[in-house]
């Protein structure tokens, strides 16, 4: 049997604060009940446990039950009966919290090496097609542009909009790098719009980067900063996710994850020209989030490889 023992021992005089020692009773219910209340008042009261030989047959003012070391307060004459169910919850709840923080950890681990790796290999290669963009057109090498990235929140359909608030984005907003393919044209402005196969915006260099996905070469950093991993959905623009989430359905459950530098839908399917396409490619974004895992990405990383080196998705 189990009984807690406040820090003054053995002597007449009443102890600073009541403590109740409870004693265990054979019926197992009970036994389980009375175990996690003697740690709940331990952790609350500071208390440490011992073993009690032997259970005093009058207990301390007629309360069987409880030892006669110490007087009992009036009030807590019994334990309070505990609600197990929430408790079971509870449990369940860490257990799974810890389960996802595990998984998380490693999969972060292995985007954060994997970019490291992938960064000093492309080193050479994206020095020299730095010099070729400075080389052939004005402009900044880099191109950097806001995008939408995950939402944290668990069910963004529940959660309604504040009219005082900005208007709801989808996602957090960061800013994605990749290396200039189009003409700069600081005074250009109006809705953003997809490029085309033969948009004349593109340069000589940002085609050939575009046909080989080569310009996706700085979202290296993004994945070490922490805005997108190396597989997931592709991050759209804010003007256009906004159209894509009216008129496509299930495209918000897109931002459950972290987007990604390739995807699914990257090594099945070509650049998006309809809307039809980006259908097409929401479907297999939703397959790759219902059952993402670690070993899901390796398998999309390793078929990336082929896209990378023939220039075309695997249609």
Excluded at 61 to 78: D, I, L, N, V
Excluded at 284 to 293: C, M, N, P, T
């Amino acid at each position: 049997m189990m009984a807690c023992h406040h820090c003054t021992f053995g002597g007449s005089a009443t102890p600073p604060h009541f403590v109740a020692c409870i004693l265990l009773k054979s019926s197992p219910p009970t036994e389980s009940e009375t175990r996690r209340e003697i740690e709940r008042q331990r952790k609350r009261k500071r208390c440490r446990m011992s073993r009690a030989h032997k259970q005093s047959k009058s207990g301390y003012g007629g309360s069987p039950g409880f030892s006669s070391h110490y007087p009992t307060p009036p009030a807590r004459k019994s334990v309070s009966p505990l609600i197990e169910a929430a408790d079971d919850n509870r449990r369940s709840a860490d257990r799974k919290r810890s389960r996802f923080t595990d998984w998380l950890f490693s999969r972060r681990s292995l985007n954060v090496t994997a970019a490291l790796v992938l960064i000093l290999i492309a080193a050479p290669l994206m020095a020299v097609i730095a010099l070729a963009i400075r080389l052939t057109s004005r402009g900044p090498i880099i191109f950097s542009q806001p995008r939408v990235g995950v939402d944290r929140r668990r069910d963004p359909a529940d959660v309604p909009v504040d009219p005082r608030r900005r208007r709801d984005l989808g996602g957090r907003i960061f800013r994605i790098y990749k290396f200039r393919t189009m003409v700069h044209d600081p005074r250009s402005s109006g809705p953003q719009r997809w490029a085309s196969p033969d948009d004349p915006r593109v340069t000589a260099v940002g085609s050939i980067l575009r046909k080989f996905r080569l310009d996706e070469f700085p979202q290296l950093f993004n994945v070490l900063k922490g805005d997108m991993n190396l597989v997931g959905p592709r991050p759209e623009q804010p003007e256009i996710f906004q159209r894509l989430r009216e008129e496509v359905e299930g495209y918000q459950r897109r931002q459950r994850v972290l987007p990604g530098i390739t995807g699914l839908a990257q090594v099945n399917l070509n650049y998006d020209q309809t809307l039809d396409d980006v259908r097409r490619k929401v479907r297999l974004d939703l397959d790759y989030v219902e059952r993402v895992s670690p070993f899901e990405d390796v398998k999309i990383m390793a078929r990336t490889v082929p896209v990378v080196l023939f220039g075309k998705g695997s249609q």
